[in-house]
């Protein structure tokens, strides 16, 4: 499957927390921590985990500048 | 300022490319590109340009996760 | 490729309509039309056409209900 | 009320769960299952239920496009 | 209609602007500017012009919160 | 730290609600009520609180505009 996203960040799982229904997931990609809220159910059907190797995916419209 | 999105990602911009209404801006975050789709407003406002330092910012609700 | 998003939704691309920067893309979808704003980039990377068998990936947090 | 999202897809809930702040609402559109993600408040103040007419409301921003 | 996104502010328009696919409609609230980037589409469907009584429409995922 | 965030609405927190993961934030701004969806993590970090000055930060493509 090819997808419209432009960002696909290849990185490893480092945490995994459920909530009642949301969870947050955390990948490591180059050193750096990105967080992702998703739904418990996603969880349990690509049966993320510790130590997987995952991509943190985002739309380019919702990706912010900051500039210091 | 410190702001609740989860991810702010450190970076140099290398691309600046505005539309009508709509700017797509570049970043280089360790070695990956990122790109923002932002208002032209936006760029003006910041003084986005090539070479400048600068942050990519997402809140976790807006990351997904894929795997292979 | 498996996607944590929870919505993807099998159809056919039945217009695609580029701007500067931002492109619109109409999929029907069992006889609902589905609009998607996306990059110019993505339309030319995935090689977006009339026709063409497509879905339209949404993520759970980004859907609203709305009721009469 | 008339809104500018352009996807406006009619169906009808098949599920509500609720978490300590999340719901997850499933509606079934024409044959689809759609999940939303949504305040438990909003579930509350618009008294969501299974078997209930309602409408899955998505920005045209918010969705992307796979292919094969 | 009722709409499950927490955030409905009424307003008044003060600007439109449109570019070849994607617009930026701007309104006061409050004495505060909203700015929203919408589809051309919509601003044509809803005959969105200056003056106009409107709602900016904010689903609560997508607010993020900052501290000085 | 400048954002390229479109809406940065100041105000004051009203109220604080925590989830198993996700927390409800919600802000007066010029007498209207604004309800953002966090991550408990950001609450935490941020230590946000009741009486406290914050913003509501949210970007341009995530605002919607509807009309009666």
């Given at each position: 499957?090819?997808?419209?996203?432009?960002?696909?960040?290849?990185?490893?799982?480092?945490?995994?927390?459920?909530?009642?229904?949301?969870?947050?997931?955390?990948?490591e990609?180059?050193?750096?921590?990105?967080?992702?809220?998703?739904?418990?159910?996603?969880?349990?059907?690509?049966?993320?985990a510790?130590?997987?190797?995952?991509?943190?995916?985002?739309?380019?419209?919702?990706?912010?500048?900051?500039?210091?």
């Open positions: 499957m090819k997808l419209s996203a432009r960002n696909q960040l290849k990185g490893r799982i480092v945490e995994v927390r459920k909530g009642q229904t949301t969870a947050h997931v955390r990948l990609v180059n050193g750096t921590l990105i967080t992702a809220s998703i739904t418990n159910e996603a969880v349990d059907e690509l049966r993320l510790n130590g997987q190797d995952a991509y943190a995916v985002i739309k380019a419209s919702d990706v912010m500048i900051a500039t210091d």
